[in-house]
């Protein structure tokens, strides 16, 4: 049965079903984790070199302190994880990864979910929700837990719960063994006995879930050296994940290209609950576009870490790459566009924003030098359209944008196709039908209409992928107008239907 095929209804039943299965057979109910297909790992070199990571923290940071992680901002994580086709990692095939014996495509994320000490990170209902948001995305984590917590107290969760979600590919296990700071409190030999009594007793208390060699250790802290880890190898474990490491550099991409790294560091895709109450103010915004992150700073989007942390791909190591032409004219890209490409994104429309009274200079030229360092994919105007990147078509029909580096779509720029309109204020010329700006507009419309449907069947995307630029924005863009980005939406479904 492959994934692709699978509905969420068939899933649900299926994962039902593979319930009764349970201890009979575990190989058809690990679907979520099947091998790797031909076309999945695209055979470009990079892709067997590095792993994006991160982890999410289900514990006592929950809704307290200045970090936050919700309930709907890890929803909104996990699809958009699932809806740009990332794919997710078990314990197993995250350990022969690390030790070289696998690869993984391009577009990896090895999830995990520690769970704190501490009564709140075992909370059933907090994890049943989680676990919906992994299953309806198709995706899998690692689950690191500390089994004197399971099943202690009503409402915290238990070895039948794990055993389903284990059976059902929604989860390998981890143990989670202690924080730096108790860690140095103990010499080797406790470490090693605790480590390893945390190991056994997951694996006795999962054994009918057919959990016979428990693989991951997780770890508070990265900066252990893998020297000081000879504890947790001596235990049988074969990686460990340490903690959060600040996205920025390279650092996790480094560390990763590294086989016999056996700390690795993670990810905390945590918000911040000031900038998740800024957002909030704006209706315009769409956090399942925009989830921020920034235990670090306020200044990177979930979608930026990932495709920061994602392994490359640059355009010479396309298959076969055919480059498509689209626009009326064809430009030189512009420096602001990066060599890293991206396969999935959104179509985000901008209008140029200049104050001219005279449209007839809202031209496609004139939008182009308009745009000083930043850079787009296409201006229009109602001469027409200037294409401003190349575009290629990879031989298993996969179609690769580069990467705006310099752009107006913060937050979003790494995977979106940029489309600059020429000219501004079209909302308010939108009902002067007699205007001359009303006219011009109409004209831009029908070329950036030809174009975005062009784009769409390219790529196959829907057209909930076009979207206006204050629809993405968390900093109040107001550009191309709210009015503007819906009439535009309907005369793609003319366009589209007609
Ligand atoms: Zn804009």
């Known amino acids: 049965m492959s994934k692709e095929k699978l509905t969420r209804r068939e899933f649900l039943k299926f994962s039902t079903a593979s319930l009764v299965s349970t201890g009979l057979n575990i190989l058809p109910i690990r679907s979520l984790v099947e091998p790797f297909s031909a076309k999945e790992n695209l055979n470009y070199p990079v892709s067997a070199k590095s792993i994006t990571y991160w982890q999410y923290d289900g514990g006592h940071k929950y809704q307290s302190g200045e970090t936050t992680m919700t309930p709907a901002l890890f929803k909104a994580q996990m699809d958009y994880l699932g809806q740009r086709g990332y794919h997710t990692v078990s314990d197993n095939q995250l350990a022969e990864f690390i030790e070289g014996d696998m690869n993984l495509p391009y577009n990896t994320v090895a999830l995990g979910i520690k769970l704190n000490q501490g009564k709140s990170s075992y909370d059933k209902e907090q994890l049943l929700e989680m676990m919906s948001s992994l299953s309806e995305n198709k995706l899998h984590a690692i689950l690191f837990i500390d089994p004197d917590q399971i099943g202690s107290t009503p409402g915290v969760v ?277 205007s001359e700006h009303y006219e011009v507009i109409r004209r831009i419309t029908d070329n950036a209409t030809n174009l975005i449907v062009d784009l769409m069947k390219l790529t196959g995307w829907d057209i909930d992928r076009v979207v206006g630029h204050l629809e993405v924005s968390f900093r109040g863009k107001s550009d191309p107008g709210v009015k503007y980005i819906d009439y535009l939406r309907s005369k793609l479904v003319q366009n589209l239907t007609g």
């Open 158 to 434: 238990g070895w039948g719960d794990l055993a389903k979600w284990y059976n059902s590919g929604l989860i390998s296990l981890g143990a989670f063994g202690f924080d730096e700071k108790n860690l140095s409190d103990l010499d080797f030999s406790q470490r090693y006995q605790e480590v390893r009594r945390l190991k056994r007793t997951i694996e006795e208390r999962m054994a009918n879930a057919k959990v016979a060699n428990l693989k991951v250790l997780g770890l508070a802290s990265s900066k252990e050296s893998n020297r000081h880890l000879v504890f947790a190898r001596k235990a049988g474990y074969r990686f460990a994940l340490g903690g959060n490491i600040k996205a920025k550099g390279n650092e996790v991409r480094d560390n990763l290209v590294i086989f016999d790294r056996f700390n690795l560091p993670t990810l905390a895709p945590y918000s911040t609950k000031a900038t998740l109450r800024k957002m909030g103010y704006s209706s315009q915004n769409n956090p399942m576009l925009t989830p921020l992150i920034s235990e670090v700073d306020d200044k990177r989007t979930f979608g930026e870490i990932i495709s920061h942390y994602q392994t490359p791909v640059y355009s010479h190591q396309l298959n076969q790459a055919q480059e498509v032409k689209m626009g009326d004219k064809i430009e030189e890209p512009r420096e602001g566009l990066g060599r890293k490409l991206f396969q999935d994104g959104l179509v985000i429309v901008h209008t140029t924003g200049r104050k001219d009274d005279n449209p007839w200079s809202w031209m496609s030229e004139t939008a182009y030098k308009s745009l000083g360092r930043k850079a787009v994919h296409f201006t229009v105007g109602h001469d027409g359209v200037v294409q401003l990147s190349p575009i290629y078509k990879d031989r298993y029909g996969k179609v690769w944008f580069p990467m705006i580096e310099h752009g107006g779509a913060w937050g979003v720029n790494e995977w979106g196709v940029s489309i600059e309109l020429a000219g501004s204020n079209y909302d308010k010329y939108l009902n002067r039908k007699k």
